[in-house]
């Protein structure tokens, strides 16, 4: 176990490295990288550390035990990076890209983990203001997440943004959504590099990817419910 845990902590120069350069150049860091031995792998590393970084500054949100916190969540986390990236992949091959699933699938766990750290850093930024303007509606919010009533909450926005603190939060969030848009746009490229198509069928190609993750969005919406839910309920 000691021996995993050293190996493990001796990859993170590696994963930092790998990330600022996704961050500065996603196009740049997938299409240089598609053809290495070990990327199948190295990509799934990538995730797995991003999502304990993530897990880790979440962790003091968390109410249950720690242990199925972390092993539920990253299992949900890879099943939506893999259904993602299938969607993704599908998508392409009906405008006619070449592309293998496999180089679908590394690109997209690559991608994930940067999604999953901009998320991370969103929610704190977001929960973190909430917690301190607005205690009450920050509790309510956790408890919403953890027992799956979210939807419900969201279904009365007026008595959410009837709070001050709520609004500032939503405006502090706004810089995370437009460099989250502006990555994913940026990142798009490396598949049109990976399946040697036109930029008008990558296009196409996007507008397919929306359509063909909406199942893939409300299987995911219902199995993270289910497992809030049943989380709350042990």
Same mark, same amino acid.
């Given at each position: 176990m000691n021996? +995993?845990?050293?190996?493990? +902590?001796? &990859?993170f120069p590696q994963y930092f490295r790998d990330l600022i350069a996704l961050l500065t150049g996603p196009k740049r860091f997938v299409a240089g990288r598609l053809h290495e031995e070990g990327l199948f792998e190295r990509s799934l590393l990538f995730l797995a550390f991003s999502y304990a970084c993530g897990f880790i500054l979440k962790a003091p949100t968390y109410s249950?035990? &720690?242990?199925?916190?972390?092993g539920a969540g990253a299992a949900f986390t890879l099943a939506q990076a893999v259904g993602f990236?299938?969607?993704?992949? +599908? $998508?392409?091959? $009906?405008?006619?890209?070449?592309?293998?699933?496999?180089?679908? &699938?590394?690109?997209?766990?690559y991608y994930a983990g940067v999604i999953e750290l901009l998320a991370t850093f969103?929610?704190?930024?977001?929960?973190? #203001?909430?917690? %301190?303007?607005? %205690?009450s509606l920050y509790t309510r919010l956790l408890d919403a997440a953890r027992n799956g009533t979210m939807v419900q909450l969201l279904l009365d926005p007026d008595s959410l943004l009837d709070s001050r603190p709520f609004r500032i939060a939503l405006l502090i969030a706004l810089?995370?959504?437009a460099a989250f848009a502006t990555w994913v746009i940026a990142g798009w490229g490396a598949y049109r590099v990976q399946h040697r198509v036109a930029r &008008?069928?990558? %296009?196409?190609a996007f507008c397919l990817f929306v359509v063909f993750s909406l199942p893939v969005a409300a +299987? #995911?919406?219902v199995v993270a419910n289910g497992l809030v839910t049943n989380g709350s309920a042990d």
């Open positions: 021996e +995993l845990i050293e190996k493990g +902590l001796g &990859l249950g035990n &720690l242990m199925v916190e972390l990236g299938i969607a993704i992949w +599908l $998508a392409w091959r $009906a405008v006619g890209g070449r592309g293998t699933l496999g180089d679908s &699938l590394v690109i997209s766990f969103m929610y704190g930024s977001f929960i973190g #203001t909430l917690r %301190a303007g607005d %205690a810089p995370f959504m &008008l069928r990558s %296009a196409i +299987l #995911t919406f």
